[in-house]
Nanobody, 120 residues
Framework: QVQLQESGPGLVKPSQTLSLTCTVS??????????WTWIRQPPEKGLEWMGV???????YYRPSLDGRTFISRDTSKNQFSLQLSSVTPEDTAVYYC????????????WGQGTQVTVSS
């Protein structure tokens, strides 16, 4: 059973960089045909796909985030991370990491989510 767990600060000041890490257990982030995704849900809004890092390290980002997003990985720790720069209160959301199976085109596993609030 694959498990994902988000970690990181729950409060970030405006203009700073939000940094979160997703630790994966029960499976490898280098498993072929899997991609590792960051998704967020702002208050009273729907889920928003932010970006993904594939099993081979390729990354893809949501264009509307204007280049503020960076996803990286540490294969030795089986972790992948999100950095979102120049945050504003509009970046306040519950942030999730999830695994995406590129063969079935479905999300297989999700983390429980972590609340991040942007406020001074």
């Amino acid at each position: 059973q694959v498990q994902l767990q988000e970690s990181g600060p729950g409060l970030v000041k405006p203009s700073q960089t939000l940094s979160l890490t997703c630790t994966v257990s029960g499976g490898s982030i280098t498993t072929t045909y899997y991609a590792w995704t960051w998704i967020r849900q702002p208050p009273e809004k729907g889920l928003e796909w932010m970006g993904v890092i594939a099993y081979d390290g390729d990354t893809y980002y949501r264009p509307s985030l204007d280049g503020r997003t960076f996803i990286s990985r540490d294969t030795s720790k089986n972790q992948f991370s999100l950095q979102l720069s120049s945050v504003t209160p509009e970046d306040t959301a519950v942030y999730y990491c999830a695994s995406w199976d590129t063969t079935t085109l479905s999300y297989d596993y999700w983390g429980q989510g972590t609340q991040v609030t942007v406020s001074s």
